[in-house]
């Protein structure tokens, strides 16, 4: 059974950090691409940034230079690295797994507000 189980979401003020986590089982982490989505209310979910399986990265314009993305094969973890956080950074940001087959977490919320 695949799982796919995001944590580290909150309330923060604009301008702090944040840590996602994602912990992944049931696949074999090291051959799938990792991502992050979000999804804000009354928008579509968005690709936030992505890491592949050669460790290299994408990210959505509105992410460069403040959110980092990393992954750690010998746990099955994913993180999402966010600094300097903006009240438009503000959705339910979900885990995903792609191969040939893609899965995603429940999901963790992300509150900006002062």
């Known amino acids: 059974q695949v799982q796919l189980v995001e944590s580290g979401g909150g309330l923060v003020q604009p301008g702090r950090s944040l840590r996602l986590s994602c912990a992944a089982s049931?696949?074999?982490?090291?051959?799938?691409?990792m991502g992050w989505y979000r999804q804000a209310p009354g928008k579509q979910r968005e690709l936030v940034a992505q890491i592949f399986t050669d460790n290299l990265t994408h990210y959505t314009d509105s992410v460069k230079g403040r959110f980092t993305i990393a992954r750690d094969n010998a746990k099955s973890m994913v993180y999402l690295e966010m600094n300097s956080l903006k009240p438009e950074d503000a959705a339910v940001y979900y885990c995903?797994?792609?191969?040939?087959?893609?899965?995603w977490g429940q999901g963790t919320q992300v509150t900006i507000s002062s």
């Open positions: 049931g696949i074999e982490f090291s051959t799938f691409a």
């Open positions: 995903n797994a792609k191969r040939r087959t893609e899965y």
